[in-house]
């Protein structure tokens, strides 16, 4: 237990002192702004593993008082081999999730990275076979997903399943999952995360937060708050300074310093996004800013802005995974709460208002596995994050996410001499 809990701080110290190599990489397979990789993400990844590292000598089992005269202990073991399929949004972060638990819990893993963004995963894994990794325990798969992905999910030698993507991919490795041996999964899926802004927010805090919210990362991210509903007291002042905030939003060269937001991945999702946009255009909305790609070369998108969006329409309802936003118009807390819920989705939610009974309500009410209460995107690997409804199965991160690598056995033995009980 001691020795798994130092290779994986090892591993950590190398993270760190390789940072600005390996931001480099995640930039250079995602396009994301190097800035971002090296002094948010790749420090993250190893606060992750610090953490995994942590729990890797504390995960214990119980001793049950039962009925009878038995002594009962709950032991918690390794699954086995864990199947874990990663997206490209956040390679690494990614990553990060599903190898920091598996290992903390002492199971193998055969991970597939996704087909846009291999590299960084295969470096790293090289980091943790000089941290003193056994051959054999981590074991990193570049493939594409229909092929590689799927054998995986079906394997009949594979324990436990543990996929982030879409939600219609997450259907399929269920059903591979099914169809085979019944391994367990974890699916983390996507989103249509509502922003709610009460007219007694702090505007210019939530125009900044709800712009960060839906433009980070390109807007390529599962939680991001895609449906921004404002209270109609403040809308117009609320759409004006968020047009003016994207229009400032610095577009370009990813390794260029101060840029915000670079090219989406890849072409496929490059024309999905500019379709939606056509969408939001044909169904009637009012396009603000933005609306097209930047330049001729390479898939950027302007920063765009719908306003008077309503529920019904394409971009209310659909998960864009690009740089669009879409500001709704509501009333009542009621009717909010209720349009907020209405979706399939539910992984996040964040709330701006300075009351704090308006606070609470909104935090009990809407049905989502993280609420952002004047803030968003709120990371720490203490942190448990996940999905309600379709947006996923279980919980990453945290305390949380050991169980999800644990199998439970109890061991019942009868005690002869109950005198002594
Ligand atoms: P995807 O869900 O198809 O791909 C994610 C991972 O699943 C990749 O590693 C891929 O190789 C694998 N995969 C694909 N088909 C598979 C199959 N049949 N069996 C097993 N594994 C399979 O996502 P994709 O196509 O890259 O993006 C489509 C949409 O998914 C995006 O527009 C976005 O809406 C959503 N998405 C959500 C993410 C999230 O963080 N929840 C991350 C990436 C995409
Ligand atoms: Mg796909």
Redesign the pocket.
């Known amino acids: 237990m001691q020795e798994r809990s130092r290779i994986i701080l090892r591993f950590a110290d190398l993270i760190e002192k390789h940072n600005d190599e390996i931001a480099a990489l995640e930039t250079w397979d995602n396009g994301k702004p190097y800035e971002q990789a090296a002094q948010i993400e790749i420090p993250m990844l190893a606060r992750l593993m610090r953490y995994y590292a942590g729990w890797a000598d504390k995960i214990h089992g119980l001793i049950v008082p039962a009925d009878g005269p038995h002594h009962v202990q709950v032991l918690y073991e390794p699954i086995g081999v864990a199947g874990q399929?990663?997206?490209?949004?956040f390679p690494l972060l990614m990553y990060a999730w599903k190898v920091g638990p598996a290992l903390a819990c002492g199971n193998t893993i055969v991970l597939?990275?996704?087909?846009?963004t291999p590299l960084s995963a295969l470096f790293v894994s090289k980091l943790f076979q000089e941290a003193g990794l056994p051959d054999g325990v981590l074991n990193v798969i570049s493939g594409?997903?229909?092929t590689a992905?799927?054998a995986?999910?079906s394997h009949m030698d594979v324990d436990k399943l543990a996929?982030?993507?879409?939600t219609?991919?997450?259907k399929?490795?269920l059903e591979?999952a099914a169809r085979s041996n019944l391994k367990p999964v974890t699916l983390?899926?996507?989103g249509k995360s509502p922003m709610i802004i009460m007219d007694d927010a702090d505007i210019d805090q939530a125009v900044e937060l709800a712009h960060f919210a839906l433009f980070f990362n390109q807007g390529?991210?599962?939680c991001a708050g895609s449906r921004t509903f404002v209270h109609e007291r403040v809308y117009d002042e609320f759409v004006e300074k968020s047009k003016v905030r994207a229009l400032k939003r610095v577009v370009g060269d990813p390794f260029k310093k101060g840029v915000e937001q670079g090219p989406q991945i890849d072409e496929d999702?490059f024309n999905?996004i500019l379709h939606y946009i056509k969408c939001g255009v044909d169904d009637g909305a009012t396009l603000e800013a933005g609306g097209e790609r930047l330049g001729t070369r390479g898939y950027y998108i302007r920063p765009t802005i719908f306003s008077n969006v309503e529920d019904g329409m394409t971009i209310a309802k659909e998960?864009i995974?690009g740089p669009v936003q879409s500001i709704l118009k509501f009333k009542e807390l009621d009717e909010v709460i209720r349009r907020a819920n209405n979706s399939h989705y539910g992984l996040a939610a964040g709330v701006f208002t300075n009351n704090l009974d308006t606070a609470n309500t909104l935090a009990r009410a809407l049905r989502a596995g993280s609420i952002w209460i004047n803030c968003f995107d709120v990371f720490d690997a203490a942190i448990p994050f996940g999905g309600y409804k379709m947006s996923g199965q279980g919980r990453e991160k945290g305390i949380d996410s050991l169980k999800n690598y644990l199998q439970v056995k109890a061991v019942v033995t009868p005690l002869k001499n109950p005198a002594w009980l």
Do not use: D, H, R, Y
């Open positions: 399929i990663i997206p490209w949004n597939k990275t996704a087909e846009q594409f997903g229909p992905g799927a995986l999910a996929f982030t993507g879409s219609g991919t997450g399929i490795v591979l983390e899926l996507g390529q991210c599962c999702q999905k998960e995974f």
